[in-house]
């Protein structure tokens, strides 16, 4: 897709997502620059435009994160939105980089920081900035450490970059230790005391040492008019206020489908092994034993034959009937609540069944019944469902109740489960009587843009059908 700017979107892409994900962005008119081996897929050629998007997998390889411009950013997450079923989207409200007009809001004494309202978050600058705070009105500049949190970490220290420069409010010249070579630092050196506007300083980036010194010059020019435009934008707006957009982060989950959709985009490109995204994820033997199944792949094994000699080498990483497992219950905000280890009833590839004695005592919630210690609660999931179903019985087998959770179809890891809880939930009491619970949680999510509006259609076709199935039941 083309730019206001009257080009196409750029996206650097790294990991194990990278392959499908370039496929995918290619297929939507963007431009890609991703690793040697992903390229070579593509036969592309290089290109020098900058980037308007970075992707690279997340630490737990559930999903990826991205950092970009705010159209960028937009039309990546309309894309995987509209191809992706159960895709979970976490995008920072906060501009990293960006400039902001803010409110002073006090002090915090037990950090001693500074609190300044943004408009979109209360943000804290440190304390030995303090001194340089003249009035209530203060503008302020996204920093990236704690990206993704509520609370922003700003700075008053300003910073305009561009591709050769950095503006700074640091009053001096400074040069970016990779440029190493004694006359193009003098030069920059030079250069900079002659061109630093008033009140500003200079870094000149890596890239600088290649440049024609009308290009160096040009840059800064650009450079100093934005930053008078900032200036005056600051002196008309109304805290709080945007000056100037950064760049935007986005912590995106790939759930059980969305890896199967990403899948089948890899397998129109190269040689891919059903489950490839997932067991990836899963890393260790199970990962390794998959990339030499699909160089088998490559060199005209049959498909079935493979998979059946890899699902073979790799059953011995999985749990069992006996074993005990975890539970992780993501909440479309990202927060990961581990219910604790459950005992495997039963296993194939169909389902799972689960079994949890209680040790504490509690109620259970939105049935209105007490938890006992000893209760038991046994879950049977399909891993083909967007919901699962717990039941929870007494210590002497006294039947209590029952939820049914919807969620992504759950996913099964050597040490756990694995589900983004949707969060409605239907409760059904021992007369029968069924509850639906937390709709509005649903709403909250699909405002926030965890959710899309798709999705969350898919999720209320589905507790319609639950609920029909429910209510013509008798053994609940």
Partial sequence: MKSKLGRLTKARIRGI?????????????????????????????????????????????HGIRTSGTKEATERLRHILQSNLDDVI??????????????????????????????????????????????SKEIIVQVRRGRIGAKEPSLTMKIAIPGEYAILTQEKKVSISPKIQDPEVRTKLYELGKNLVPKDWGIIWRTEAANQTLENLKNEVEDLTTEAQGLLQKADQAEAPAVLREGFYAMDIEMPAL??????????????????????????GKVATALEEAEVSLEKGE?????????????????????????????KPSGIVFYLGKANVESLDENGIRLRRVFAKEGIYDGLGIRKEAGD???????????????????????????????NTPVELYPHCIRYVDLEIDICVLPDGTLRTLDEEKLRNSVSKGFVSERLAKTVQQKIQEVEKQLMNRKDL
Avoid: C
Wanted: glycine share 8%; proline share 2%.
């Fill in 17 to 61: 997502y990278s392959t499908a994900l370039a496929k995918l962005l290619l297929d939507n008119d963007f431009i890609v620059e991703s690793s040697t081996a992903t390229k070579g897929r593509f036969r592309q050629a290089d290109n020098n435009q900058a980037l308007d998007i970075s992707i690279e997998d997340r630490y737990d390889r």
């Fill in 258 to 283: 969305s890896k199967k959709r990403l899948d089948e985009i890899r397998a129109m490109i190269y040689p891919t092994l059903a489950g490839h995204h997932y067991f990836e994820v899963v890393g």
């Fill in 376 to 406: 038991v609660a046994l879950t049977e999931a399909s891993f083909r469902e967007w919901h699962f179903q717990t039941k929870y019985y007494s210590k002497s087998g006294r039947y209590k109740g029952s939820y049914v959770n919807f």
């Fill in 89 to 134: 989207v976490r995008k920072w409200p906060i501009s990293i980089g960006g400039v902001y007009k803010g409110f002073l809001r006090g002090v915090d004494i037990q950090s001693r920081s500074i609190l300044i309202d943004i408009g979109k978050a209360i943000g804290r600058i440190p304390e030995e900035e303090r001194d340089q705070i003249k």
């Fill in 302 to 330: 049959a498909n079935k034959k493979v998979e059946a000699a890899f699902r073979q080498e790799i059953e011995a990483e999985y749990p069992f009937a006996g074993a005990n497992i975890g539970i992780e219950h993501v």
